[in-house]
């Protein structure tokens, strides 16, 4: 039996390689996006994934997505909470805007999205969730109190759902990425980049194809007796 998967975020970075290395496993994939209507259009194409598009902040939104994908596809049985966005400042200086963006869309998300399968997940008694969280959930970030206090709480929602879900065939997983070659990184100031490659003890950045590898073990039959973990993708940055 084919297994449908539905990753957030899924048409560019990490969420993206994800889609590819879940789709070359043999998995059903599906790649959700917030807008960019080009972008989801050549990753379809590219792919030969399904998209679908919603703001992964609003739970009507989130609902809507599932269905789609349920219709299309089938019963979702692996959901990679990936989407994330970053708006950093000092924290003295961080307006109420920045920080609702971020927690909406970096932890809101993940009850809007994992709400919407988790009961079928349960009744089938089958179900992979993984949730992309952060080193810097982990270690903490100056001028990213908002993403830390996210990809934090993320872990903590991890370990509980997984206690919840465990009798019941389904796994919930974090991978916490360190500093990866995307876009996202790519636009840090190139001194400060440096500063941070240097910290790093493997002496790079790392690859969205090496956290992807890592979700796709996750969401096989494999790793069913890995739950509540948080795995850290980090070059050795941060050791726990």
Known sequence: MTRVALVTGGTRGIGKAIVKRLKDAGLTVAAGYAGNEENARKVAEELGVMVVKGSVDKFEDCARAAKEVTDALGPIDVLVNNAGITRDGFFHKMTQEQWQEVIHTNMDSVFNMTRQVIEGMRE???????????????????????????????????????????????????????????????????????????GIPVGRLGTPEEVAEICAFLASDMASFITGATIAVNGGQHML
Do not use: H
Not at 127 to 155: D, E, L, P
């Open 124 to 198: 089938r008694g089958y179900g992979r969730i993984i949730n992309i969280s952060s080193i810097n959930g982990q270690k903490g970030q100056a001028g990213q109190t908002n993403y830390s206090a996210a990809k934090s709480g993320m872990i903590g929602f991890t370990k509980a759902l997984a206690m919840e879900s465990a009798a019941k065939g389904i796994t919930v997983n974090c991978v916490a990425p360190g500093y990866t070659s995307t876009e996202m990184v790519s636009a840090i100031n190139p001194a400060v980049l440096e500063k941070i490659v240097a």
